[in-house]
Nanobody, 122 residues
Framework: QVQLVESGGGLAQAGASLRLSCAAS????????MGWFRQAPGKAREFVAA????????FYADSVKGRFTISRDNAKNTVSLQMSSMKPEDTAVYFC???????????????WGQGTQVTVSS
């Protein structure tokens, strides 16, 4: 059974940093893209960042480019999201995803975590 478990969410002040981690179990994803998405109350789930498998190419939403960094450790089967210079509009539930069925920047992933809350106060 494949599981993705996020950790590292919480409360932060504007301008601060947080690091999210996602641990995958049940299979390895070294060859597949992994990504982070977020969903704010009343809004659709949106793409945040993605990283390809072996080559580790990265992709970012314009809203987080230059502030967030996605990385992965294929040996540990984990993906992380380092969030810096955080803004109140970054407040959302953040979801880890693995094995993109199509574009790595869309929600067409096969596996999803349960999400972790990130709240940024002004």
């Amino acid at each position: 059974q494949v599981q993705l478990v996020e950790s590292g969410g919480g409360l932060a002040q504007a301008g601060a940093s947080l690091r999210l981690s996602c641990a995958a179990s049940g299979r390895t994803f070294s060859r597949e893209a992994m990504g982070w998405f977020r969903q704010a109350p009343g809004k659709a789930r949106e793409f945040v960042a993605a990283i390809s498998g072996i080559s580790k190419n990265t992709f970012y939403a314009d809203s987080v480019k230059g502030r967030f960094t996605i990385s992965r450790d294929n040996a540990k089967n984990t993906v992380s999201l380092q969030m810096s210079s955080m803004k109140p509009e970054d407040t959302a539930v953040y979801f880890c995803a693995a094995d993109a069925r199509g574009s790595a920047t869309t929600t067409t992933y096969r596996y999803w975590g349960q999400g972790t809350q990130v709240t940024v106060s002004s």
